[in-house]
């Protein structure tokens, strides 16, 4: 699966062949097709493991102690720091998920559902504990927040910010996030 996530990061999913893979990974051509089938499959098992990896992390992230604005700084964290120590990935979601419907979107709705679901329930733990106002929908709050996130993400990938991002400029978007979660400004 790595090798076909620096694969379809470079090349793209469409100009991605399963002899690419197999390349890559050092491993027979006939080997990709027996664990995956086909290339849709391999697709479709990279996201599984990434969704599977981001909800556990939401859920651990969930049940920590602190704030609501501590937790949502965590998951913004977790989304960034995937990017520094696996950029591929990221560049694979943006790529061929999020901008360009290569997968399934009842199966990419779902996924994005879930995720979803997962940070109001932190949103809304936090109103019960009084860190936002009672009257705040939930729903939309989360919709906000990841959405944020994501574009952030978006624009590092698809070359938006300008530059490739180094470790401590993603260290500042971090920073400046958390700022924005905590209801600052871009200011000092």
Do not use: C, W
Request: avoid cysteine; hydrophobic fraction near 40%.
């Amino acid at each position: 699966m790595r090798a076909a996530v620096k694969v379809m990061a470079r090349k793209g999913y469409h100009g991605t062949r399963i002899s690419d893979i197999a390349a890559e990974a050092d491993v027979a051509y006939g080997l990709v097709y027996h664990y995956f089938g086909s290339k849709e499959k391999v697709l479709e098992t990279i996201l599984e493991s990434v969704a599977r990896r981001f909800s556990d992390r939401i859920a651990r992230i969930g049940q920590e102690k602190g704030t609501l604005t501590e937790k949502l700084g965590r998951i913004s964290d977790y989304m960034l720091d995937t990017y520094l120590a696996n950029p591929e990935i990221i560049h694979l979601l943006v790529q061929e998920v999020v901008r360009s419907g290569n997968v399934d979107p009842d199966s990419e709705m779902a996924s994005a559902q879930a995720i979803l679901e997962q940070i109001q329930g932190i949103v809304e733990s936090g109103k019960q504990a009084g860190h936002i106002e009672p009257d705040t929908d939930a729903a939309l709050l989360s919709i906000a927040f990841f959405g944020a996130v994501e574009l952030t993400l978006t624009a590092l990938v698809q070359g938006i910010y300008g530059r490739q991002p180094s470790s401590a400029d993603i260290k500042e978007i971090r920073r400046k996030l958390r700022k924005i979660i905590h209801g600052g400004s871009f200011g000092k």
